[in-house]
């Protein structure tokens, strides 16, 4: 199975702040990763596919960039909605994986 | 609107089989990936397989053994069996729809999970 590693695990940030998470692929996945946004007793919501596309009805704060084994999920300005969990996925190979969260939290 | 619902037993004994039902409301049935997905209590996300209206199947080779995912495309529904459940597989289990498309550079699908269900909670114990 390809790992999928996510830095860092948990961080604390205010409103207002620009936000990086970083995830490693144990092998090349080229750009077949995706990122999504759980909160609290929800179901995960799509965020980006394929590295850097936008899914619909997300805010434009939100963008994706990587290929081969490092992908990044940028948040350009933090909201108070976006205080959350993050999780990326490789779909380049059976069986889909996820990366271990990173736990966004208001500081 | 595509709307997944999701129903099941929550809880149950070990050994015993587990069981899942999704219906899916609105939109096309047969021009997606059908997803079970689940996450034990308070850790991330482990996806357990899929199938298309065909009846085609991919399934985690981690759970294959015990996993059987199913449809009924006269009902726009789909279910999930895990058999001889034990506490590991305690979790909320989503059902979820997923979508390919074709990387035109590369020739590969391109495949994310746009819509989910709530979840069903799936307790296993004694």
């Known amino acids: 199975d390809i790992q999928m590693t996510q830095s860092p695990s948990s961080l604390s940030a205010s409103v207002g702040d620009r936000l990086t998470i970083t995830c490693r692929a144990s092998?090349?996945?080229?750009?077949?990763v995706n990122w999504y946004q759980q909160k609290s007793g929800k179901a995960p919501k799509l965020l980006i596919y394929a590295a850097s596309s936008l899914q619909s009805g997300v805010p434009s704060r939100f963008s994706g960039s990587g290929s081969g084994t490092v992908f990044t999920l940028t948040v350009s300005s933090l909201q108070p909605e976006d205080f959350a969990t993050y999780y990326c996925q490789q779909s380049y190979s059976t069986p889909q994986t996820f990366g271990q969260g990173t736990k966004l939290e208001i500081k | 609107q595509v709307q997944l619902q999701q129903w099941g037993a929550g809880l149950l004994k070990p050994s015993e089989t587990l069981s899942l039902t999704c219906a899916v409301y609105g939109g096309s049935f047969s021009a997606y990936y059908w997803t079970w997905i689940r996450q034990p209590p308070g850790k991330g996300l482990e996806w357990i397989g899929e199938i298309n209206h065909f009846g085609t199947t991919n399934y985690n080779p981690s759970l294959k053994s015990r996993v059987t995912i199913s449809v009924d495309t006269s009902k726009n529904q789909f279910s999930l069996m895990l058999s001889s459940v034990t506490a590991a597989d305690t979790a909320v289990y989503y059902c979820?729809?997923?979508?390919?498309?074709?990387?035109?550079?590369?020739?590969?699908?391109?495949?994310?999970?746009?819509?989910w269900g709530k979840g069903t909670t799936v307790t296993v114990s004694s």
């Open positions: 979820a729809r997923s979508e390919r498309q074709l990387d035109t550079k590369y020739y590969y699908y391109y495949y994310f999970t746009d819509v």
């Open positions: 092998q090349s996945v080229f750009t077949y």
